[in-house]
């Protein structure tokens, strides 16, 4: 467990945020923090579901941030799917 800051956006929104996740967060925990700085403020908030890109490769369901070699200040960006 440490904290790991990253650049995050969300798709649709036009700012970037700097989020603070740790390397055991799982994928969905890091979206639910992603999400939580523009879901429903810059971006729609209707539910779906969402898949999560470090650097333009899909980070997969099961894998936390060090699993998925998530480094401090990488991008990081949540897609809607569909």
Do not use: Y
Request: hydrophobic share 45%; net charge negative; glycine share 8%.
């Amino acid at each position: 467990m440490a904290p790991l800051p990253i650049q995050a956006i969300v798709r649709g929104d036009f700012v970037a945020q700097l989020v603070l996740i740790d390397t055991d967060d799982s994928v969905d925990a890091m979206i639910e923090k992603i999400n939580h700085h523009a879901v429903g403020r810059r971006v729609s908030g209707e539910s779906r579901k969402w898949n999560l890109f470090c650097e333009d490769e899909q980070i997969e369901d099961g894998q936390t941030a060090g699993s998925a070699g998530i480094q401090p200040l990488d991008v990081v960006e949540v897609v809607p799917v569909g």
